[in-house]
Every structure is written in C-alpha cells, then in structure tokens.
C-alpha cells in the first residue's frame, strides 16, 4: 500500500439534495472498505454527522467520521480542512478511501484545489467530484433565476453583485462535477427527469456525466471508482465566483443565515409539523432540519424539511448521556427573519 495514493471522493450538491442519505448507502455497502468520512456542515448543530454515528451500519465506525462544522469548507481550507487531512493521514491505521460531504453551500473549487498542497497531494488523490442534484426542486424551477426578483433586491441594495444566489452555487457545483446524480426521481415523471437533464447540462460547457438515482441508491463501484484525479484539472472549472472576483479575494456565504432554533418538549409531533410546513411557506426557509424532544417517547424524533416538502420520524432511542432537548437549525437566505421564524415556531411547539 506504501506509496499508492488514498482516493478521495468530494461529494457536494445544495442544501438537502440527498448526500448524507446518499453516503449511507454507501457505507451499508462499504463490503469491508474502511472509509474515512468527512462531514462539513453550514451551521452548528452537526445533523448529519449526528444521523450517521450510531446508525448501527458496520462501515460507519465513530472515530472515522470528523465533523466540520466550523463554516463552510471552501471557506475554512486552510485553518480546518489541511489540518484535518494531515491528521487523518499521520494516523497509523490506513484508510481505504476518504469520503469528504460539503456543507449544501460550499464551492467544491477550493476544497479540490486544497488537494494540489504538497502535504496532501503526495499521499492523496480526488478519485472524483460527484455533484447531488435534487432532480424534483429543479423541475419546480427552484434555481431558474428570477429576475425581476434580483433587479428589484440589487435596486434596495447596491452592493449585490450576482444573480440569484441559488442559482449561482448551482452552477458552480454543476461545474465542478465529474459525475451528477439526478436525485430524487421518485419525485418526477420521465418526461420531468429529461428536462431536468437538458437544463443540468446546459449550465456546463463540458460534457456531462450524469445518472438518475433515488435515495442515492449507485453503486459503490461507480460513486467510488471514478479514477479522475480531479486536483489536477480544477483550475479548468472556475466558479462564478472565481470569475467575479481577483483571485485570492476571500468568499464568504453571506447571501444566506443560518441559526439554531431550541425549543421545549413537543407533545403533538403531527400537530407541530404541520404548523412547520406554514412557518416555512412564509418564510421562505431553504432548510430545516434537528432533533425533537416528545415527552413519553424514549426515541428522538428526526424533522428533515427541504423546501416545503417535510418528512420526520423517530430513529433511535435517546442515549443515557444525551439531554434530551428539541434543537433544529434554519436556513435561508440572508434577509431571513430570524426573529419571527423563532417566535412562530415556539408558538407551533406550545
Ligand atoms: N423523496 C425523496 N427524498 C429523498 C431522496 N434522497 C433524500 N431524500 C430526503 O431529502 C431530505 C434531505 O436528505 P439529506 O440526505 O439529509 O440531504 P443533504 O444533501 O445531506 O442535506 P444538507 O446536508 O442539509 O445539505 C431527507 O428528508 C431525505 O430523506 C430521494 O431520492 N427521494
């Protein structure tokens, strides 16, 4: 094993497009694999990485799995992700591959880019950038620009520089993909998922890879055998971001919010999700997702919102050391009211 470089796969897509769902899969089908994971989150409640530790899935050992949740990966290249890497690379156990989830904002250039640092780039290589689309929320046209909408804001605010800013992370994550998977199409029609393939590949000069899935159900031999060696080609796929600005200029999230909403018990789950659908519809939530503390339940109920489209269930019981406590973390963009979203959902807990 001495000298051949550990893959790495970046698995990247926008808020709630299936890649935590998608990685669970993966490592029920690890076959022996040891995989090393690396999980990025936007905001600081840490779900995803909460959802996959104790699921009981072999593959998924905890001290394999290092949560990020200090910003955005693109963001934090230096500071967080470099140290990481080099720590996981100075352990004696070697790892088979190394699976890296962004948070749903991250532009994956900078984190493949980061690959090409001489500490990384003589042990690892990116085997591949695989791109999460969810296939139902572009056929709803959730990321087709609004114009007028944008006009309207950049009149109120002169500083705005780019278009939609869902649509601009979009692209960029399209761009930087060496494999999309349209997922969700459980959600669509045939007719539905072709116009959804056209309008993905129409944002790329390239040529694009793409495959159709649900829940994120591919094969490991494709997720994880794409043999590209993307560092090297990442300079070629330059973001809007990129584009837009000198090189070496910092890129913030700053077009989106996130905070963290506690709340106490919640006896009525049905009741308090449905009222969560309106507090969402109002306020033009991206993301909504947590923990839910129902009193008599020894189980923690799991919310998971994307848009409107809500789901929740329990799935494990709450640990002995673990408080139970009701927390769910809200994103949207960045003129979101927090304030009342918070009051509103206090008031759909009670
Ligand atoms: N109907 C349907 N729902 C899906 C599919 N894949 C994922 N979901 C649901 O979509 C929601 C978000 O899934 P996640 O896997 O957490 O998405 P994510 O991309 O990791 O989310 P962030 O990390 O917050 O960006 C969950 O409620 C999933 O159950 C799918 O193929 N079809």
């Given at each position: 094993?001495?000298?051949q470089?550990?893959?790495?796969?970046?698995?990247?897509?926008?808020?709630?497009?299936?890649?935590?769902?998608?990685?669970?899969?993966?490592?029920?089908?690890?076959?022996?694999?040891?995989?090393?994971?690396?999980?990025?989150?936007?905001?600081?409640?840490?779900?995803?990485?909460?959802?996959?530790?104790?699921?009981?899935?072999?593959?998924?050992?905890?001290?394999?799995?290092?949560?990020?949740?200090?910003?955005c990966?693109?963001?934090?290249?230096?500071?967080?992700f470099?140290?990481?890497?080099?720590?996981?690379?100075?352990?004696?156990?070697?790892?088979?591959?190394?699976?890296?989830?962004?948070?749903?904002?991250a532009?994956?250039?900078?984190?493949?880019?980061?690959?090409?640092?001489?500490?990384?780039?003589?042990?690892?290589?990116?085997?591949?950038?695989?791109?999460?689309?969810?296939?139902?929320?572009?056929?709803?046209?959730?990321?087709?620009?609004?114009?007028?909408?944008?006009?309207?804001?950049?009149?109120?605010?002169?500083?705005?520089?780019?278009?939609?800013?869902?649509?601009?992370?979009?692209?960029?994550?399209?761009?930087?993909?060496?494999?999309?998977?349209?997922?969700?199409?459980?959600?669509?029609?045939?007719?539905?998922?072709?116009?959804?393939?056209?309008?993905?590949?129409?944002?790329?000069?390239?040529?694009?890879?793409?495959?159709?899935?649900?829940?994120?159900?591919?094969?490991?031999?494709?997720?994880?055998?794409?043999?590209?060696?993307?560092?090297?080609d990442?300079?070629?796929?330059?973001?809007?971001?990129?584009m837009?600005?000198?090189?070496?200029?910092?890129?913030?999230?700053?077009?989106?919010?996130?905070?963290?909403?506690?709340?106490?018990?919640?006896?009525?789950?049905?009741?308090?999700?449905?009222?969560?659908?309106?507090?969402?519809a109002?306020?033009?939530?991206l993301?909504?997702?947590?923990f839910?503390d129902?009193?008599?339940?020894?189980?923690?109920?799991?919310?998971?919102?994307?848009?409107?489209?809500?789901?929740?269930?329990?799935?494990?019981?709450?640990?002995?050391?673990?408080?139970?406590?009701?927390?769910?973390?809200?994103?949207?963009?960045?003129?979101?009211?927090?304030?009342?979203?918070?009051?509103?959902?206090?008031?759909?807990?009670a």
């Amino acid at each position: 094993m001495q000298g051949q470089k550990i893959p790495a796969t970046v698995i990247t897509g926008f808020l709630g497009s299936g890649k935590t769902t998608m990685i669970r899969n993966l490592l029920e089908n690890a076959n022996g694999k040891r995989i090393a994971l690396i999980i990025n989150e936007f905001g600081d409640l840490g779900v995803d990485g909460n959802l996959l530790k104790g699921c009981g899935i072999e593959a998924c050992r905890d001290e394999d799995m290092i949560e990020l949740n200090n910003g955005c990966i693109c963001c934090t290249v230096a500071d967080d992700f470099i140290p990481t890497m080099t720590k996981l690379l100075d352990r004696p156990d070697r790892f088979d591959h190394i699976v890296i989830e962004t948070s749903g904002l991250a532009l994956p250039q900078p984190l493949v880019a980061a690959f090409n640092w001489p500490e990384i780039k003589t042990q690892v290589t990116v085997d591949g950038v695989v791109t999460v689309i969810d296939a139902a929320a572009v056929s709803e046209g959730r990321f087709a620009d609004d114009h007028d909408k944008v006009d309207a804001q950049r009149e109120q605010d002169e500083s705005l520089d780019h278009d939609s800013p869902l649509e601009e992370l979009f692209e960029d994550q399209i761009r930087a993909a060496d494999l999309i998977v349209l997922n969700k199409t459980d959600l669509i029609s045939g007719n539905q998922l072709d116009n959804v393939k056209s309008d993905v590949q129409s944002r790329s000069l390239r040529p694009l890879n793409i495959v159709a899935a649900s829940y994120g159900k591919l094969s490991n031999e494709l997720l994880l055998g794409l043999g590209i060696g993307t560092e090297e080609d990442i300079a070629n796929r330059q973001s809007h971001h990129e584009m837009e600005h000198a090189a070496g200029e910092e890129h913030d999230h700053d077009e989106f919010e996130s905070f963290v909403v506690g709340l106490g018990p919640v006896a009525e789950p049905k009741s308090f999700v449905e009222k969560l659908k309106a507090v969402i519809a109002d306020h033009d939530v991206l993301r909504l997702k947590g923990f839910v503390d129902v009193p008599g339940k020894p189980m923690r109920l799991v919310i998971q919102a994307v848009g409107s489209r809500i789901e929740h269930y329990f799935d494990r019981s709450w640990n002995p050391d673990e408080e139970r406590q009701t927390r769910l973390v809200v994103i949207g963009l960045h003129d979101i009211d927090a304030a009342a979203i918070s009051t509103a959902m206090n008031a759909a807990a009670a």
